[in-house]
């Protein structure tokens, strides 16, 4: 049996006894048109210390769940089986069984145990010889057939069509179930430590989304998400305001149900949340994260760019800038893959799944060049201690 822990994020697990959970009727107060700041915490205390960073993580992780994106329960028990074909899910909680399965494609070259790609409704990338995939159908787990498919998918016959998940939070449950079969598979074909994750559109909100609830995800790979994923509410809106033709979190949550219906309460003015995506980008540190974007008006070019540097800056004050890197490049159509980005995504992979050396230091490509973190966000990076 598999128990993940709180959120299901195996890092909350060790952290829940010496945590403090959010204080009882937790409300935020502020206006905030800024991005709030990642180190201080709903105390009002600086985050400094490395040391006090992993609570400060389950804080934020706590936040999110409240203000957008819902619970992500704990199952009693998940068992299962890896073949080299498929993995096979049953999962017991609370009375039920749920059963799913996921496509396997072992690759044709390396040695087990595999690195593997987890396919959040399929590949736009390239994947690399040495490297398998798993495709996940997400759409069976939490529909996104248009606002009125909210509560419906395996998920929410399990836990209830009023259950307080968005689509990509019963996603990422989903797939953070095939991984606890990996973890308890003994045929030693694919191994649980080099995995990654990848969506592209609406399926890379759910990519970025799954690579945060879960720190068994070495390399989370999102290609272009643009709202709900790489872009900033805050940011979105306020290019909204310019006259900019871009998805905000409004006309978001009337498409689909991807957040939960905590988000619609703040939908129109996310300056009254406690959080924004750069956060995301925090949640995943310090594992391997590379952020593929495009510029297409509705992704928002200016949003992903100037909230993806904000949260590389996370990344910097932790010591590990080069576990992030971002990638917006112009001129191709959406989900289309151009070469030109290649280097980095090659780089990345090779380094956090493949066991390379390759140097992931200084990917920061934009041709937003005049987009600053320094813009939207009024705090100080500094490297804790």
Sequence with gaps: MIRVGLCSNYIFERQAATCAALPSGYSYTKNEAKLPDPFTNVAGTAITKKDDWPCRKKEIWDLMAKYELGDKPIPEKTTGTVSSSSISVTVTDKGKTMTFSAKVSLPASGTAPYPMIILVGGASLPIPAGVGTITFANDDMG??????SRGKGKFFD??????????TTAWAWGISRIIDVIEQDTSGKIDVKRLGVTGCSRNGKGAFIAGAMDDRIALTLPQESGSGGAACWRISASEDKAGKKIQTAKELVGENPWFGKALDTNAA?????PVDHHMLAAMIAPRGLLVIENNIDWLGPVSTTGCMRAGKSI????????????SEVPGHSHCQFPSSQQPELTAFINKFLKGGTDSTAGVDKSDQTAVKASTYADWTTTVLT
């Design 143 to 148: 529909a996104q057939g248009g606002s009125s």
């Design 158 to 167: 399990m836990y209830g069509s009023g259950h307080s998940a968005g689509a």
């Design 269 to 273: 003015d996310p300056t009254h949340m």
């Design 315 to 326: 990344y910097k004050a932790l010591g590990v800038d080069d576990n992030m890197g971002f």
